[in-house]
């Protein structure tokens, strides 16, 4: 069964941090792009980063540049999303996909989790 399952998720105050992860079943993502999204109630889902699976090339939303790094730890089948600075407006439901074409940018996802959820506020 193929699966993609974040965790990490919590409620933090404006100024700190947290680490997503995304770990994969049924497959092995290393030569996956998997990006980051996040959807906020009554927003549209947006990109947040991505990594491609072709090269390691990293890719953010320009609103977390800077604050946000992604990384993957092929080993242990999963892409982490360090979070720093975090601000109420990061505040969102926050999934990861899976594009087995291995490149940022197409908009094509094959796998998506169910999401966990990032509250920000003091």
């Known amino acids: 069964q193929v699966q993609l399952v974040e965790s990490g998720g919590g409620l933090v105050q404006p100024g700190g941090s947290l680490r997503l992860s995304c770990a994969a079943s049924?497959?092995?993502?290393?030569?996956?792009?998997i990006g980051w999204f996040r959807q906020a109630p009554g927003k549209e889902r947006e990109g947040v980063s991505c990594i491609s699976g072709s090269d390691g090339s990293t890719y953010y939303e320009d609103s977390v540049k800077g604050r946000f790094t992604i990384s993957r730890d092929n080993a242990k089948n999963t892409v982490y999303l360090q979070m720093n600075s975090l601000k109420p407006e990061d505040t969102a439901v926050y999934y990861c996909?899976?594009?087995?074409?291995?490149?940022?940018?197409?908009?094509?996802?094959?796998?998506w989790g169910q999401g966990t959820q990032v509250t920000v506020s003091s």
């Open positions: 996909a899976a594009d087995m074409a291995g490149l940022c940018g197409s908009g094509q996802y094959d796998y």
């Open positions: 049924g497959f092995t993502l290393d030569d996956y792009a």
